[in-house]
Every structure is written in C-alpha cells, then in structure tokens.
C-alpha cells in the first residue's frame, strides 16, 4: 500500500524547472549587462522585491537583439528588464526622475510614465512547456 501511495505521488513532487527563453530587443549599446527582475504578485513588483534576479553580460548582442535563457518552476511570474549601462544592478534616474536607462516588461510594452501593473506582463508558465518571451526596450532619454 506504501509503494502505491508514493507511486502515486511522485509525479507531484517531481516538479521539473522549465526553460524560459527571453529575447530582447532595441538594445542601444553593448556597454553593462542586462538585469532581469522575476516577480510572482503585484505585492512583490510594488515592493520591487523581485523572486529572482538574474544578470547577463551583453557580449551576445547582434543588431541590438539579444537571446537569454533560464529555468523556473511552473507557476505565474513577471518578468522586469533592466539594461544595466553601467553594471550597478539599479536603474538611473536623472533629476526628474525620469529613467536613464532601457527597461522593459514580459510580452508588454509599455508606454506610460508610471510602473504598469503586474497582470499586464505576467504569464504562466506551465509543467512540461518552455516558454518563449519577447521584451522591447524602452528609452526614454
């Protein structure tokens, strides 16, 4: 009976990571990184608080296109885009207030001047799936 019970619940705690493939596109230069912020809820995005953060060299770049990969569990996430000019992992502000760097959502893009809500960029991702997310980068100075 033992055996048929953890035969039974394997499959759940098996949960395998899915890939997430991310490409970004209107990259200005080659200078910094690219910073991805992995929220799961609004709470955390408003917090900016991400889940995960992950940083990529930009010495990939082809046209001002880059492609990055990575794994996460299924589940509902956001993904935030930095392009980290000058590789200190924040966005710049200039004395307005206004970005000085790229910036960018998961398949949204968004064009107002305050931060856009969770559920405008989140997705699923789901067991036994990749995933295949475009960013387009925003400047606006």
Same mark, same amino acid.
Request: hydrophobic fraction near 40%; glycine fraction near 8%.
């Given at each position: 009976?033992?055996?048929?019970?953890?035969?039974?619940?394997?499959?759940? /705690?098996? +949960?395998?990571?899915?890939?997430?493939? #991310?490409? #970004?596109?209107? /990259?200005?230069?080659?200078?910094?990184?690219?910073?991805?912020?992995?929220?799961?809820?609004?709470?955390?995005?408003?917090?900016?608080?991400? @889940?995960?953060?992950?940083?990529?060299?930009? %010495?990939? +770049?082809?046209?001002?296109?880059?492609? #990055?990969?990575?794994?996460?569990?299924?589940? #509902? @996430?956001?993904?935030?885009? /930095?392009?980290?000019?000058?590789?200190?992992?924040?966005?710049?502000?200039?004395? /307005?207030?206004?970005?000085?760097?790229?910036?960018?959502?998961?398949?949204? @893009?968004?064009?107002?001047? %305050?931060?856009?809500?969770?559920?405008?960029?989140?997705?699923?991702?789901?067991?036994?799936?990749?995933?295949?997310?475009? +960013? %387009?980068?925003? @400047? +606006?100075?």
């Amino acid at each position: 009976m033992i055996k048929l019970i953890l035969f039974l619940l394997l499959p759940a /705690l098996s +949960i395998e990571a899915q890939t997430v493939e #991310v490409t #970004v596109t209107g /990259l200005r230069s080659e200078k910094g990184q690219i910073a991805i912020g992995v929220f799961i809820d609004e709470e955390s995005f408003r917090r900016e608080e991400a @889940y995960l953060e992950i940083q990529f060299p930009k %010495k990939d +770049i082809r046209d001002g296109v880059m492609t #990055v990969s990575f794994s996460l569990e299924p589940g #509902v @996430y956001g993904l935030s885009l /930095l392009d980290d000019e000058n590789s200190n992992r924040k966005m710049e502000y200039n004395f /307005l207030g206004i970005p000085k760097e790229g910036f960018g959502f998961s398949d949204y @893009y968004h064009t107002g001047l %305050k931060k856009p809500s969770f559920d405008s960029f989140k997705f699923d991702l789901v067991g036994g799936q990749s995933k295949k997310i475009k +960013i %387009k980068l925003r @400047y +606006i100075l």
